[in-house]
C-alpha cells in the first residue's frame, strides 16, 4: 500500500509517495517547477534505493525519462 500526498502551489507541484510497508521513513517524489530566469519548466525526480540496487534504479529512471522525450517529442 502506498500513501501519498499531493501539494501544489504554483510555480511549484509535487507528489510524494511512502510505502506503508517499508520501515524507513524512504520516498518517492516527483517535483514540477517554473523556472523564472529561463521561463521552463523542470521535473525533478527523487527515488530511494538500497545501496546495492543503484544501478537498476539509474537504468529503469534513464528508461522512463527516455519514454516521455518520446512521447511528449522532446
Known sequence: ????????ALPI???RLHWDSSDSDAYWEIRMFH????GNYHLAVTDFTEDDEPEDLVRIWDQNIERLHRITGV
Do not use: K, N
Open 13 to 15: 507541484c509535487h507528489i
Open 1 to 8: 500500500l502506498v500513501t501519498g500526498v499531493q501539494t501544489c
Open 35 to 38: 523556472s523564472e530566469i529561463a
